[in-house]
Structures are given as C-alpha cells and as structure tokens.
C-alpha cells in the first residue's frame, strides 16, 4: 500500500518537507478544486452512469463507472498541475512521485449511498507528506466534499479546519453515556460479525448509534459536532486521509486502542476525554481481536 516516498522532516513553518505556508495554502485550493469537479461529474452522472459496474472485496464492496471516471479526472488535473507529486487512488492504486508528496483520493466515498440516491457520500482528495498511510503519515492538506449538500470541508496543517469557509472547532464532546457514536463497518461477511459484536456491546453504553454510510463525512461530522464520536476497524487510507485532517484541525483527538495511535487497524475520533474513554470501552468489547 505504501508508496515509495522518502520521509518528510518538519520546516520552521511547522510544515513537513520545508513547505511554506503558501504552498499549502496552493495544496488546498488545488484539493479542493479537484474535489469539486468530481463531485459535479459524479452528481451529474448518477442517474444515467450511477449503477454496479463491478465488485471488489466482496459482493458487497461495489464499483459504479463513476468512482472509475470521477478518479481519472482527478488523476489527469494532478497530473496536469502537479507531475512531481505521487498518487494512490482508490480504484488505480499507485502512481509514483519524487517530491515526497502523495495525492491520496476517494472519488466517491460512501459509494452504496451513491448507488442508492443516498445523499450522503463525498469526494475526498488529501495530499500527505512521508508514508501514504497511518501511523506515520502527515496530512498537509485535504477537501472533504459533498456533491448533494455541497458542504464542503478543507483543512491545512497547523492552519485549522473550515466548512464551507467557516472555520471549524470541535466541541468539548460528553461522557460516553450520552454520546451520539458513529461508525462503519467493512465488507467481509466475518469482519462484520466481529463488528456486530462490538456495536451490541456499546449500544446500551451511549446515547445512540450511527452509520452513515461515509467515513470521510463521519469524521467531518464529528469536526462540525454533528457526531460526538467515530470509530472504524480496517479504514483505507483514501477514506480516511482528508477527513482526519479536518478533524485533527478542529481540535478532535485521533487515537487507537491501547495506547496505540489511529491506525488502519482502529481509528477513534472524538474529543479528547470522550476519544479516551470510548477507546477503552471499544478495547473492552475486543474491537481488536487478536491476530
Ligand atoms: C466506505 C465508507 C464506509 C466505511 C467503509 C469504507 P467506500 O468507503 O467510507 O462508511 O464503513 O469501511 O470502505 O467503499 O464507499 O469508498
């Protein structure tokens, strides 16, 4: 999954790689730009282009021609204004780069609300420095857009998060008790079992639960308070890069279990005491089982 990127130091500017406040502010507006023309195609597209095309992990991870299409355009526009960069896309993988910089996208995130005429699925385009993967990667900026709502999240590395131009900072979140938690599940038949388990565990310990269906836009939800909480076992790089961003910009803590850091393997977003303690419930309901 890793991209072969060398790994980016810190600049004065706080910035990994030496990037200046500037560049980044470029990096987002050019993320945000893509996000947006996706997100036109794909809308536009749906009813004539938005159907099952293709299968991935199981029968029920599906591809549409416009997760294919909306990737490509975004490819080309990169590719265009940014040849020295690397790419990992959802549905192409890994084109590599020498600037030590990798694009990290999903088209369409939450593609079977895509398919059903749910509107609840986003374009996410995130660039980051170093690995192209949690733990060690460092998200420099990223856009989180919903092409029905057109609400649209950015946020820039130690610049702060923003919805629709308006910055964005997480509430202080409640005890878990009265926590509203989102989360999602993945696509094996035995993963899920595993994640029911978890879910029957928590649900009499929180206000309520949720899946939406996007974790891009869960974790923008939990940015914009809209969601106390989010967890995910098994979350793909291209899922989760820009949302976490927006997230970790507004003030929302990212951990693991155990101690651990956000990883693939468990992300928990919210804020801080509340992360704490919703890790610790996840890790008493073995949403980690051993390898
Ligand atoms: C999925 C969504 C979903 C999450 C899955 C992801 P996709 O992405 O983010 O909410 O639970 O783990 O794979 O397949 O729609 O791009």
Redesign the pocket.
Known sequence: MSAAVPPAAEGASGLPGGLSPQEADALVALAERAARAAGELVRAGRAEHGAVTATKSSRT?VVTAMDTAAEQLIRDLLRAERPQDAVLG?EGGTTGGTSGLTWVL?P?????NYVYGIPAYAVSVAVVAGEPAPPHWQPVAGCVHNPETGETWTAVRGAGARLDGEPVVAAAGPPLAEALVGT???YTAQRRQEQAGVVAHLLPRVRDVRRI????LDLCAVASGRLDAFY?R???PW?AAAGWLVAAEAGVALVGLDGAGASQEMLVAAAPRLAEELAAELFRAGALPPV
């Open positions: 991870d959802e999903d369409i995130d939450g593609t079977v999602g599940f993945g269906g996007s974790a891009a995910e098994g979350l793909n899922d």
